[in-house]
T-cell receptor, first 115, second 115 residues
Framework: DAGVTQSPTHLIKTRGQQVTLRCSPK?????VSWYQQALGQGPQFIFQ???????QRGNFPDRFSGHQFPNYSSELNVNALLLGDSALYLC??????????????FGPGTRLTVL | AQSVTQLDSHVSVSEGTPVLLRCNYS??????LFWYVQHPNKGLQLLLK??????LVKGINGFEAEFKKSETSFHLTKPSAHMSDAAEYFC?????????????FGSGTRLSIRP
C-alpha cells in the first residue's frame, strides 16, 4: 500500500498564475481533505471531498477550488496566486465508514512557492 | 469556540532523557484531542488520541499523553528520547462527533535530540 501520494513535490509559480495539485488517497479510502500549512504554523483545513462533491469548507476564498474523481483521487486548484499562498499543501484521506473523526492519513505534501 | 496552544516552539533534549511537549486547549465542551508527528518530507502521522475514555492515552513509539481537564492540558511525554524522535509535533483539538472542518491544529513544537 503506497499510502497517500501527492504530486508534484515542489512547485514554483509567479503571482497571478494558476496551479493544480494532485492527491491519490490511501487504498480503501473515499474521502479526501486538503490543508494549507504555512511556514512555522500548523495545518489549516481548506475543504473536504466525498462522492465527488465538496462537503465541508474552511475559511478560504473562492480562488481555492477542488475536484474529486470517480477513483477518489483529488485535485486542488488555486487561481490568481498571491505571495501569501506560498505554503506546504497537505492532502489527507480517510474512510467515511470510520465516522466524522475517522483517522486521517496524510501525504507528504506539495511545497508551493509563489514569487 | 475552541483553540489550542503549544507552549514551546522548540524543545531540545539529550538522547535517553525524558521528553515533555506541552499543549493547552480552550474549549466550551469536552474536546477530542490528538497529537500528530511530522518528519521532514513525510506526512503527518497520528501518535495518539483522546476521545473521553481513559485520561492517560498511550500512543505509538512509546509516547503517551494525559488529559487534565482542571488544567486544560494534554501534554505529550516519552520516558526516553531516541534520535528518531526528532520531528515536528502538533497538538490538535476537535469537537467530538464533529467534522474535519472543526479540527484545529496548534502551531507545532520542533523536537531536537542531542546525541
Amino acid at each position: 500500500d503506497a499510502g497517500v501520494t501527492q504530486s508534484p513535490t515542489h512547485l514554483i509559480k509567479t503571482r497571478g498564475q494558476q496551479v493544480t495539485l494532485r492527491c491519490s488517497p490511501k487504498s480503501g479510502h473515499d474521502t479526501v481533505s486538503w490543508y494549507q500549512q504555512a511556514l512555522g504554523q500548523g495545518p489549516q483545513f481548506i475543504f473536504q471531498y466525498y462522492e465527488e462533491e465538496e462537503r465541508q469548507r474552511g475559511n478560504f476564498p473562492d480562488r481555492f477550488s477542488g475536484h474529486q474523481f470517480p477513483n477518489y483521487s483529488s485535485e486542488l486548484n488555486v487561481n490568481a496566486l498571491l505571495l501569501g499562498d506560498s505554503a506546504l499543501y497537505l492532502c489527507a484521506s480517510s474512510s467515511v465508514a470510520g465516522g466524522p473523526l475517522a483517522e486521517q492519513f496524510f501525504g507528504p505534501g506539495t511545497r508551493l512557492t509563489v514569487l | 469556540a475552541q483553540s489550542v496552544t503549544q507552549l514551546d516552539s522548540h524543545v531540545s533534549v539529550s538522547e535517553g532523557t525524558p521528553v515533555l511537549l506541552r499543549c493547552n486547549y480552550s474549549s466550551s465542551y469536552s474536546p477530542s484531542l490528538f497529537w500528530y508527528v511530522q518528519h521532514p518530507n513525510k506526512g503527518l502521522q497520528l501518535l495518539l488520541k483522546y476521545t473521553s475514555a481513559a485520561t492517560l492515552v498511550k500512543g505509538i513509539n512509546g509516547f503517551e499523553a494525559e488529559f487534565k481537564k482542571s488544567e486544560t492540558s494534554f501534554h505529550l511525554t516519552k520516558p526516553s528520547a531516541h534520535m528518531s524522535d526528532a520531528a515536528e509535533y502538533f497538538c490538535v483539538v476537535s469537537k467530538p462527533g464533529s467534522s474535519a472542518s472543526k479540527i484545529i491544529f496548534g502551531s507545532g513544537t520542533r523536537l531536537s535530540i542531542r546525541p
